[in-house]
C-alpha cells in the first residue's frame, strides 16, 4: 500500500527495546516516508536521516511542540519509557491526533499483563497501571487506535548481558525466578508487526495484539536454549531473593528494591504465575539500573543467543504479505489471528 504522508515514530532514538529505531528501518526499507521524534539531535537521530527519515525533536509532554510535529501525518507508533509523565504525554498525543483530523491509526506500545487488568482487578505495580490507564485514554478519544501487548523483551538485561556475564564466570545463570515461567519476545519481531500494522490501518484499527515468544519456559528451559546455543553446558542455579538483591542488584548501584522484591513475590506465589508479571517485574528492574557496557566476550555470547532466539521465534509464526513465501521473523500471538496484510 501506498503511503504519501509520512508515518510519524516516536522514541526513534529511544531504548525501549529498540522499538522505534527499528519501525523507522523497516517502513524506510518499504519507501515509507517517516517522521521521527527524537529528544535530542544527536548520532543516534543522524543515522535516522542516513535512513531517509525527517527528524524532528520535541518533547510528548508539551503540546506546543507535539501539535507541529503531528501535522500531515495521519499514522503514529506511540511508544516511549514508563515514567510519571507517560500518562500526560499519551493524552498530548491523542488530544494532537484528534486535533489534526482524518486521523488513520495510532499503535500504541503497551504490554501483556494489561490483559488480565479491569476495575476489579488491578495490580500493585505502578507500571501495569499505568499502561493500562493510558489504554483506556486512547480508547476514549475515539482514535483509531492498536495495542500492542508483548511480554517480556527477549534483549531485557536480565537474560542478555547480566545472563551472558554469569555463564562467562560459572557456566550458570543466577536469578531467583524459581519456577516461574515467561514467554520472551524478540524486539525486532515487535517491531515487524508494528511497521506492517502501520502499512494497513484499515485492517488493524481497533484490535488488541498479544505478542509473545513461541512457548512459555522457565528458566530451566532458557538454560537448555543457552546450551544448545552456545555448545556448552549451561545450568540455571535459582538463589535466594535476598542474596541476589545484595550480590547483585545493590553492587550494581542500584536504589532501594523492596517494592520490586514484593512485586516479585506476587507474581511467583505459585510455580504457575502467568509470564505477563514476570515482564512486567523484569521491566521495572530495568528502569532502575545503569548498566555499565559489558566485554566484548559478553557481547559475543548475548548475540549468538539472539540469533538461536530470533530462531525460535521466526519458526512460531510468519506474515506473509501478499501471498510471498519470503519468512518474516514474527512473534507468536496467542490467542490472536495470525496477521495477514491485505493482498
Not at 32 to 61: M, S
Not at 62 to 81: H, I, K, N, S, T
Request: aromatic letters at 6%.
Amino acid at each position: 500500500m501506498s503511503v504519501s504522508e509520512p508515518i510519524l515514530v516516536t522514541g526513534a532514538a529511544g531504548q525501549v527495546g529498540g522499538i522505534g529505531g527499528r519501525i523507522v528501518e523497516l517502513l524506510r526499507a518499504a519507501d515509507t516516508p517517516v517522521r521521527a521524534l527524537v529528544r535530542r539531535d544527536d548520532e543516534r537521530a543522524a543515522r535516522l536521516r542516513r535512513l531517509g527519515a525527517e527528524v524532528v525533536v520535541a518533547d510528548l509532554t508539551q503540546p506546543d511542540q507535539v501539535v507541529p510535529v503531528l501535522e500531515g501525518c495521519r499514522r503514529a507508533y506511540f511508544g516511549m519509557g514508563v515514567s510519571p509523565s507517560y500518562l500526560e504525554a499519551t493524552l498530548v498525543v491523542a488530544a494532537a491526533a484528534r486535533e489534526t483530523g482524518g486521523f488513520e491509526l495510532l499503535v500504541n506500545m503497551s504490554q501483556m499483563t494489561v490483559s488480565q487488568m479491569d476495575l476489579r482487578h488491578m495490580t500493585e505495580s505502578l507500571q501495569q497501571r499505568l499502561h493500562w490507564s493510558c489504554e483506556q485514554a486512547l480508547n476514549w478519544s475515539g482514535l483509531p487506535v492498536v495495542h500492542l501487548r508483548p511480554t517480556v523483551f527477549q534483549q531485557n538485561f536480565l537474560f542478555w548481558s547480566w545472563a551472558a556475564e554469569s555463564i562467562e564466570k560459572s557456566g550458570a545463570i543466577c536469578l531467583p525466578f524459581g519456577h516461574g515461567r515467561t514467554s520472551p519476545v524478540a524486539a525486532a519481531d515487535v517491531a515487524e508487526v508494528a511497521a506492517e500494522i502501520l502499512r494497513h490501518p484499515s485492517v488493524y484499527a481497533g484490535r488488541v495484539i498479544e505478542l509473545s515468544g513461541p512457548r512459555s519456559i522457565d528458566l530451566y528451559g532458557l538454560a537448555e536454549e543457552y546450551t544448545a546455543a552456545l555448545g556448552r553446558p549451561v545450568r540455571y542455579v535459582e538463589v535466594p531473593l535476598d542474596v541476589w538483591r545484595d550480590d547483585e542488584l545493590r553492587k550494581r548501584g542500584l536504589p532501594d528494591q523492596q517494592n520490586i522484591a514484593a512485586d516479585r513475590d506476587w507474581w511467583l506465589r505459585d510455580s504457575g504465575a502467568h509470564y505477563g508479571e514476570l515482564a512486567t517485574w523484569l521491566r521495572e528492574v530495568a528502569c532502575k539500573c545503569r548498566l555499565p557496557n559489558p566485554q566484548r566476550e559478553l557481547l559475543r555470547l548475548a548475540r549468538t543467543y539472539e540469533r538461536r532466539a530470533g530462531h525460535l521465534d521466526r519458526r512460531a509464526r510468519r506474515l506473509l504479505p501478499g501471498g510471498s513465501t519470503d519468512l518474516l521473523p514474527t512473534p507468536c500471538l496467542e490467542r490472536r489471528p495470525i496477521l495477514h496484510p491485505p493482498c
